[in-house]
C-alpha cells in the first residue's frame, strides 16, 4: 500500500488502479486552538517558509500560520518568479546565496514539484562604465563562491541573436551571467511549504485577519484576529507589504514605506526566450514562462501605494524598455497586467529581528526582493524564533541599523525609498 | 492618476516626482532629544493606509513643490496645495500657539 500523500511515480500509478479516489487535500482546514507556542501572522511564501523550516530543523511543531485571506493570494502569487543570487555587498551575498542554495534542494526536501528551473539570470551591459560596475559585483560574488560569468557581445549574440544589438543610445556590449539562477514556479513555493508544514503538524488558519495584538507587561500574549482570539508565547510577523499596518497595532514605526510593484504576462507564444533577461539601460526583466507567456516587469510606481494596481506611465516606461531591448515582441499582445504591495525599506534591504516588544518579531522590509529570498528568509526568521538570535547569514538585517548607521544600501540611493 | 497643480492645471502624473510624506517635518537641531527627532525624521514612517498628505515636484511643468492629499488605498486625489502655502500656514499656526 502506498502512501498517496507522499507524492511519486508509484503513488501517481496506485491511485490510478485506484481511480483517483485516494489525493487527499494538500493541508487541513485547520481550526484556531487557544494558543501555541509560535504564531506566524501570514501565510505567504515567508510564513510558510518559516513554519516548515521551524517544524522541520527546530523541532517547534505547536504553531499556527494565519492568514487574512486564502494560500497562495498575497504577492507569493503576484511576482516574476525570479531567483538569482547576484548581489554586491557582504551583508546581502551570503544571505542570498542561501537562498539560492536551498531552491537548489527544495523540491526533494518539501517532495513537491514547484519547477525550479535554473535556466540562467543575464544581465546586459551597455557602456564601459557599466561593465566595469559588472565585473565588480560579478568579482564579489566570486569571492563569496557564487557563479558568476562575464561575456562579451559575441558571447551574448550565440545566446540571443535577435535582441537590438544596434540600438542607437544603448547598443549591447555583453552581458554578467549567473547561470545558477532562474525562475520558480511561484504558487507552487507557496503550496509546497504549505503542505510540507502542514504534514508536520502546523496549524494552517485561512481567513483569519489579525486585528490587534495582545500586549501584557511589554511582552506579547497574543493575536486578537477576525476568527478569535489566539494565545502565543511568541509571535512572528511576516506580513510583507502590509508591515506598517500591523506594526502600527503593535505601538511601532517602521522604517518602511509601501509601493506598487507592476507586473505583465503576454500571450502564449513558442518559446524564444530560455532563460532570463534583463535591460541594463532602462529596467526591463523577462523570462517566458512554461506555458509560453511572456512574463515581464520594470521599475516600481514611485509613490505610497497599497492599491494593489499601478499606473499607466509606468507601464509605458516598462515596454519601451522591452521594445528598446527586443523590438520582435512588438506585435505580442498583452494579456494581464497587475501589481503588489512592496514593503520599501530605507536602505533598499530587508529586516529580519527583534523588536522592542518581547516575544514579537518582525520579517519584512523585501523591496521587490522577497520572493527569490523566500527559503533563507523562511530559515532565519526560524532560527530567530527558536534561538532568540539572528542567523548567521542575516545578522545584517537589523532593525535598528539605521539609527546606528550599519545601512546597506546596494543602489546607494539613500532614505528615499521610492528610489531603491 | 493624474494631479491638478496649482499653477499649471490637471497634468499626468508622470510630469511630477515623488518625495514622501508631506507631515514629515525637520526637528529643532537644538533640542536635547535631537538625536531620536532626527532619527525619526529620516527613517521612520507613519506608511499611512489611506488619505495621505505628501509632496510632490512639478519636474516637468513649473518646477513648484505640492503637497497633495492623496488616499493610498484608491489614488483618489482630493487636495493639491502649494507646499509653500501649506508651511506658511504652518508657520502662522506655530507662531499663534501660546
Redesign the interface.
Known amino acids: 500500500m502506498f502512501r498517496t500523500d507522499h507524492y511519486s511515480i508509484f503513488s501517481v500509478l496506485a491511485e490510478a488502479l485506484r481511480g483517483q479516489t485516494g489525493w487527499k487535500p494538500a493541508w487541513r482546514q485547520a481550526a484556531p486552538k487557544s494558543g501555541y507556542d509560535i504564531v506566524i501572522v501570514g501565510g505567504g511564501g515567508h510564513g510558510l517558509a518559516t513554519a516548515y523550516y521551524l517544524a522541520k530543523r527546530y523541532g517547534t511543531t505547536n504553531i499556527a500560520v494565519v492568514e487574512r485571506g486564502w494560500i497562495g493570494s498575497g504577492n507569493v502569487g503576484r511576482n516574476t518568479t525570479i531567483v538569482r543570487s547576484n548581489y554586491l555587498l557582504p551583508g546581502n551575498i551570503p544571505f542570498y546565496e542561501t537562498s539560492m542554495k536551498l531552491w537548489e534542494g527544495l523540491e526533494q526536501d518539501l517532495n513537491y514539484n514547484a519547477m525550479v528551473s535554473q535556466r540562467g539570470v543575464l544581465n546586459l551591459y551597455h557602456s564601459d562604465a557599466q561593465r566595469d560596475a559588472y565585473v565588480r559585483r560579478g568579482n564579489a560574488m566570486r569571492l563569496h563562491g557564487i557563479d558568476a560569468e562575464l561575456l562579451d557581445l559575441n558571447a551574448v549574440r550565440a545566446m540571443y541573436p535577435w535582441l537590438n544589438y544596434d540600438n542607437a543610445r544603448f547598443p549591447i556590449k555583453g552581458g554578467l551571467i549567473q547561470r545558477r539562477g532562474g525562475t520558480v514556479r511561484h504558487d507552487a513555493v507557496a503550496w509546497g511549504y504549505a503542505r510540507g508544514a502542514d504534514r508536520l503538524g502546523v496549524d494552517i488558519i485561512e481567513n483569519a485577519e489579525v486585528t490587534g495584538f495582545r500586549i501584557e507587561n511589554g511582552r506579547i500574549a497574543g493575536v486578537e484576529t477576525t476568527r478569535g482570539f489566539i494565545g502565543a508565547n511568541k509571535v512572528g510577523l511576516s506580513v510583507a507589504g502590509s508591515s506598517?499596518?500591523l506594526a502600527?497595532m503593535a505601538g511601532m514605526?517602521?522604517?518602511?514605506?509601501?509601493h506598487v510593484l507592476q507586473a505583465f504576462v503576454s500571450e502564449g507564444i513558442k518559446p524564444f526566450i530560455d532563460g532570463v533577461v534583463t535591460f541594463g539601460a532602462g529596467h526591463f526583466y523577462i523570462s517566458q514562462s512554461d506555458k509560453g507567456g511572456l512574463v515581464f516587469g520594470g521599475d516600481i510606481d514611485?509613490?505610497?501605494?497599497?492599491?494593489q494596481r499601478g499606473?499607466?506611465?509606468v507601464i509605458?516606461d516598462v515596454l519601451e524598455g522591452g521594445m528598446a531591448l527586443m523590438p520582435r515582441i512588438g506585435r505580442v499582445r498583452l494579456l494581464r497586467s497587475w501589481g503588489g504591495l512592496m514593503d520599501m525599506s530605507?536602505d533598499g534591504s530587508p529586516i529580519i529581528d527583534r523588536t522592542p516588544i518581547d516575544g514579537l518579531y518582525f520579517n519584512g522590509g523585501w523591496c521587490y526582493g522577497g520572493f527569490k529570498a523566500t527559503p533563507a528568509a523562511g530559515l532565519c526568521f526560524a532560527h530567530l524564533l527558536a534561538r532568540d538570535e539572528p542567523h548567521e547569514v542575516a545578522r545584517g538585517y537589523r532593525l535598528d541599523r539605521?539609527?546606528t548607521g550599519h545601512m546597506i544600501d546596494e543602489k546607494g540611493m539613500g532614505?528615499?525609498?521610492?528610489l531603491h | 492618476?493624474r494631479i491638478n497643480c496649482p499653477f499649471c492645471g490637471e497634468r499626468?502624473?508622470?510630469e511630477f516626482s515623488?518625495?514622501?510624506?508631506a507631515s514629515v517635518v525637520r526637528p529643532d537641531p537644538a533640542s536635547p532629544s535631537a538625536a531620536d527627532e532626527f532619527?525619526?525624521f529620516?527613517?521612520?514612517?507613519?506608511?499611512?493606509?489611506g488619505p495621505?498628505q505628501?509632496l510632490w515636484y512639478h519636474t516637468a511643468g513649473c518646477h513648484a513643490w505640492l503637497v497633495v492629499t492623496?488616499d493610498?488605498?484608491?489614488?483618489e486625489i482630493f487636495e493639491v496645495k502649494a507646499a509653500q502655502d501649506v508651511a506658511f500656514g504652518r508657520q502662522k499656526t506655530a507662531d499663534t500657539t501660546p
Open positions: 506598517s499596518r502600527a514605526t517602521l522604517p518602511i514605506e509601501s514611485g509613490y505610497n501605494s497599497y492599491a499606473n499607466l506611465p509605458e530605507m539605521f539609527r532614505n528615499q525609498p521610492n | 492618476m499626468g502624473n508622470d515623488y518625495l514622501g510624506d532619527y525619526a529620516a527613517y521612520e514612517r507613519r506608511n499611512v493606509a495621505m505628501e492623496r493610498t488605498r484608491t489614488h
